[in-house]
């Protein structure tokens, strides 16, 4: 079975500072994908970065980009320029390739961004 | 537009009562899903029905009985509540092929006493 493994229960990052997540999980499969979400005090769920397995160039959104390392099955997320709106809890998660398959979550990372 | 909507946000009962949380999503998806997150933050996959087929059922007690009357719509009942079934449940949906992402819901709060 898929195991997704954060191991920082809690971070914080000052205002403007760069803050990294991690996320290490296990599969024998070749081909799957990985995400972030992030979780806001509103307990929406908001996808936060994508990065499919196959491709070796890391995702980028805006101030959010990732370091994949397949070798290694780690997917690091860097948040740059941190803004007090990206204080929430993020989740690291994983999805086999196909159709209907169900995301497996690690068990999150509280953010807190200081002023 | 919500893309995803969920009915009750909040929802307070008593042991022993029947509860059902609707979803809906108006993306057009193919596959939608029930998550559980507990009072730990920690989210778990339910249940999946692809084009209203049940796809995906994980180790969940016989108490909980999803429902899905069509693709857009996926409901959760629950009979019996107890204690333990207090929780946040997300519905998501997505759409069969690349880029696989799943848009969840905002959420139910239930709460039993």
């Known amino acids: 079975a898929q195991t997704v493994t954060q191991s920082q229960p809690e971070m914080s990052v000052q205002e403007a500072e760069t803050v990294t997540l991690s996320c290490t999980y296990d599969t024998s499969e070749s081909d799957y994908y990985l995400f972030w979400y992030k979780q806001p005090p509103s307990r929406q769920m908001i996808l936060v970065i994508r990065q499919e397995a196959y491709k070796q160039q890391n995702a980028t959104e805006n101030r959010f980009s990732v370091n994949f390392q397949k070798a290694a099955k780690s997917f690091s997320l860097k948040i740059s320029d941190s803004q007090l709106g990206d204080a929430a809890m993020y989740f690291c998660a994983y999805r086999r390739r196909g159709g209907s398959e169900k995301l497996v979550f690690g068990k999150g990372t509280k953010l807190t961004v200081n002023p | 537009d919500t893309a995803v909507s969920q009915t009750p946000k909040y929802l307070v009962t008593q042991m022993g009562n029947d509860k059902s949380i609707k979803c809906e999503q108006n993306l057009g998806h193919d596959t939608m899903y029930w998550y559980k997150q507990d009072s730990k933050k920690f989210l778990k996959i339910m249940f999946s029905?692809?084009?209203?087929?049940?796809?995906i059922n994980e180790t969940v007690p016989n108490r909980f009985s999803p429902k899905s009357p069509d693709k857009a719509h996926l409901n959760l009942h629950i009979n019996s509540l107890e204690l333990g079934d207090s929780a946040v449940y997300f519905c998501a949906s997505s759409q069969g092929g690349v880029p696989y992402e799943q848009y969840f819901g905002p959420g139910t709060r239930l709460t039993v006493t």
């Open positions: 029905y692809n084009n209203k087929e049940l796809i």
